[in-house]
């Protein structure tokens, strides 16, 4: 019953010297990413990335006059190669302000995958005109994280070290998605300079959203 959801939230709780995440039945958290579509994830939810898919993003993406589609498939198989499976999973942060700051790449660059994959095509910059910026905020189920990861949670919350915690789940159903925001400012520590998208170019991109 939704009367029964008990949500817990990071910022009401910085202070809290004594925690029993058990006795809630949600953790919010936070997904950060750079979504062509909006609308796609606010209907499917957040999933693992697979092969075809991160195939298919990082060619939708990866724009360069001076790379071809075969070499961006080239590399993209070299690297996919090794990427763990826990890398492949949904990953989201309790703590907002960091996807803001020291992991503000997600918003400027999208993946982690893709933004590794241009580098090394070098092509980076151009990961900053695809998609718009967003945090989506979620409600994760407590049931869909692990045991070790909740007291994790819970002794890093105790002993104040709130900056990065960080949640891995299989998915994010999309009822679980309650709202999101584009930001105005984010910091990028690739260059040490705070990045203000440019939703308007974006919206001439053909990149839209319902609360831009």
């Not at 949904?90 to 982690?112: A, D, F, P, R």
């Not at 989506?136 to 104040?160: A, K």
């Not at 990065?164 to 709202?179: G, P, T």
């Amino acid at each position: 019953m939704a009367d029964d959801k008990k949500v817990f939230v990071l910022e009401e709780h910085l202070q809290d010297k004594e925690l029993d995440l058990n006795e809630y039945t949600h953790i919010r958290a936070y997904h950060a990413c750079r979504p062509i579509d909006i609308q796609k994830y606010l209907t499917e939810g957040l999933q693992i990335i697979s092969r075809k898919q991160a195939l298919k993003a990082s060619l939708d993406r990866i724009k360069s006059d001076f790379i071809t589609e075969e070499e961006i498939k080239k590399k993209f198989n070299e690297n996919w190669k090794e990427l763990d499976d826990i890398h492949k999973r949904v990953w989201l942060q309790m703590n907002k302000e960091e996807l803001l700051s020291w992991s503000g790449h997600y918003l400027i660059y999208g993946s982690e995958f893709i933004n590794a994959l241009a580098t090394e095509l070098g092509c980076k910059s151009s990961l900053k005109k695809v998609g718009i910026p967003t945090i989506f905020h979620c409600n994760i189920p407590l049931n869909n994280i692990s045991s070790f990861s909740i007291m994790d949670i819970e002794e890093g919350i105790v002993s104040g070290d709130t900056e990065d915690i960080s949640i891995e789940v299989d998915e994010v159903a999309s009822q679980n998605i309650i709202n999101y925001e584009h930001p105005k400012k984010v910091l990028d520590l690739y260059c040490n300079m705070m990045y203000r998208p440019n939703y308007g170019e974006l919206k001439k991109l053909g990149y839209i959203s319902d609360k831009l």
